[in-house]
C-alpha cells in the first residue's frame, strides 16, 4: 500500500481509484488553475493559455458531465495580461490516453462529510469547541515520501484515521462505526437536540396569568 512520510499506511494501494475530477476544473472543461496561479507555474500556465486553459486531461468532447459536484467558477474571457503566447508543450497531449497523474497541479478533495471506511457523519455543534469527529485523511506522496504528489484526500472518522495509519486496515474494508465513535456521535445529537428545545428565562418563570394572557 502507499505510504506517508512516517512509513505508515494510507489505506490504499491506488490513490487515483478514489478521485472524482479535479478541483481546479471548471463546467466548461477549462483549468482555473492555469488561469488564477500563472505565476506560481508560468510554463504550464502558458501551455494551457495557447490552449485557451482547456484542460490537458479531460476531452470537451467526451460525455463525462462535467457539471456534477462542486466546481470551479468559470473563467473571465481572455488571458490574464501577464502570460505570453508561446508554442505550448505537447507532452501531456499525447496519443495515450491522459491520466489524472500526468497533470502537475491535479488536486481532489473529497468533500463528503462522512467516513468513506465506515460511515460515520460528522456531527459539530454551533460554538462548541469539540474535536471534529471527521479527519482530512491524504492519499497520496511523492517518490521521496516528503511531499504530497497529488492533494487527494477523504475523510476518515477518527476511529478509521488512527486504525489506518496504526495497522493493516483498508478504506475499503467492509467497516461498521466503532462504539466509542457511536457513543461519541448520539452524545452530540443529545446535545443538539437539548438545545434546540432551550427555554430562555422568560418562558421557564412565566405564570399562569401570562400564559391565559397570551391565548
Known amino acids: 500500500m502507499e505510504k506517508t512520510p512516517r512509513g505508515t499506511s494510507v489505506g490504499v494501494d491506488d490513490p ?18 492555469a ?13 494551457r493559455a495557447m490552449d485557451d486553459y482547456q484542460c490537458p486531461i479531460v476531452d ?10 462542486p466546481r470551479a467558477p468559470p473563467l473571465e474571457s481572455g488571458p490574464p495580461e501577464d502570460v505570453d503566447a508561446e508554442t505550448p508543450d505537447d507532452s501531456m497531449n499525447s ?22 471506511r465506515c460511515g460515520l457523519e460528522e456531527k459539530r455543534i454551533a460554538h462548541d469547541d469539540e474535536r471534529p469527529l471527521l479527519e482530512e485523511h491524504h492519499l497520496s506522496y ?20 488512527a486504525k489506518v495509519h496504526n495497522s493493516w486496515a483498508r478504506i475499503t474494508d467492509d467497516a461498521v462505526p466503532d462504539p ?10 443529545s446535545r443538539e437536540h437539548d438545545e434546540l428545545g432551550f427555554e430562555s428565562a422568560a418562558e421557564r ?3 399562569g396569568a401570562d400564559r391565559e394572557r397570551r391565548q
Open 16 to 33: 487515483y481509484a478514489f478521485v472524482g475530477i479535479c478541483d481546479h476544473l471548471t463546467s466548461e472543461g477549462r483549468c482555473r488553475y
Open 35 to 47: 488561469y488564477d496561479h500563472y505565476g506560481h507555474d508560468p510554463e504550464f500556465a502558458r501551455e
Open 60 to 69: 470537451p468532447e467526451s460525455d463525462q458531465d462535467l457539471a456534477s459536484g
Open 95 to 116: 496519443s495515450e490516453t491522459p491520466h489524472w497523474g500526468d497533470c502537475p497541479h491535479f488536486r481532489c478533495r473529497n468533500r463528503d462529510r462522512e467516513c468513506v
Open 142 to 161: 511523492a517518490r521521496d515520501g516528503e511531499t504530497l504528489s497529488h492533494e487527494i484526500t477523504v475523510y476518515l472518522c477518527r476511529w478509521c484515521h
Open 180 to 189: 466509542e465513535a457511536i457513543a461519541e456521535l448520539e452524545g452530540r445529537r
Open 205 to 207: 418563570f412565566e405564570t
